[in-house]
T-cell receptor, first 118, second 113 residues
Framework: GAVVSQHPSWVICKSGTSVKIECRSLDFQATTMFWYRQFPKQSLMLMATSNEGSKATYEQGVEKDKFLINHASLTLSTLTVTSAHPEDSSFYIC??????????????FGDGTRLSIL | AQSVTQLGSHVSVSEGALVLLRCNYSSSVPPYLFWYVQYPNQGLQLLLKYTSAATLVKGINGFEAEFKKSETSFHLTKPSAHMSDAAEYFCAVTTGANSKLTFGKGITLSVRP
């Protein structure tokens, strides 16, 4: 149980294009989803938190117009990197948590998306 | 505020040896603690969690961790390392208040044949 599917797993695109990454909870309803960015050999950096049907809450320093997050249903959240540039190249990971808000529910992670901007 | 400290960046053990990965936390309220494992080019997989029940928590793949409030620690152990345990391990803390996970910087575990 508690499977999170993230797609695509790897994408290469030209500078200036927009890229959409999907995150789906397959066997549970995700009341909250999180988007992280991970640089090589580093820990995860939280970019934003989204609750179904609400606007995402972005962490300080994350451009909300650059990284568009939509959480339209209890099983799907998307991250769109708009007008991507080489500095946006990174490993992006989503996670999902079910149940009522509260720290004792673990986050379940997708397998990540390797984004490379040429 | 909450934080996690994972001392050192790399631990190397022989196959069959004890694995000990250290994690110390800081939290102004009772914490919830988690250990995650990450294999190359993959997301994070939950190994185990502490949520204020038993202080000794057993997880998957033979791992366990003990919550010690007096030491503000949540060290991860496994009696006998296997080659497949080689990965990156992250300790994380959260509270009921904000529910955001705060991760340690991670430790790379290598297992020697």
């Amino acid at each position: 149980g508690a499977v999170v599917s993230q797609h695509p797993s790897w994408v290469i695109c030209k500078s200036g294009t927009s890229v959409k990454i999907e995150c789906r909870s397959l066997d549970f309803q995700a009341t909250t989803m999180f988007w992280y960015r991970q640089f090589p050999k580093q820990s995860l950096m939280l970019m934003a938190t989204s609750n179904e049907g609400s606007k995402a809450t972005y962490e300080q320093g994350v451009e909300k117009d650059k990284f568009l997050i939509n959480h339209a249903s209890l099983t799907l959240s998307t991250l769109t990197v708009t007008s991507a540039h080489p500095e946006d190249s990174s490993f992006y990971i989503c996670s999902a948590r079910g149940g009522q808000s509260g720290g004792n529910q673990p986050q379940h992670f997708g397998d990540g998306t390797r984004l490379s901007i040429l | 505020a909450q934080s996690v400290t994972q001392l050192g960046s790399h631990v190397s053990v022989s196959e069959g040896a004890l694995v000990l990965l250290r994690c110390n936390y800081s939290s102004s309220v009772p914490p919830y603690l988690f250990w995650y494992v990450q294999y190359p080019n993959q997301g994070l997989q939950l190994l185990l969690k502490y949520t204020s029940a038993a202080t000794l928590v057993k997880g998957i793949n033979g791992f366990e961790a003990e919550f010690k409030k007096s030491e503000t620690s949540f060290h991860l152990t496994k009696p006998s390392a296997h080659m497949s345990d080689a990965a990156e391990y992250f300790c994380a803390v959260t509270t009921g208040a904000n529910s955001k996970l705060t991760f340690g910087k991670g430790i790379t575990l290598s297992v020697r044949p």
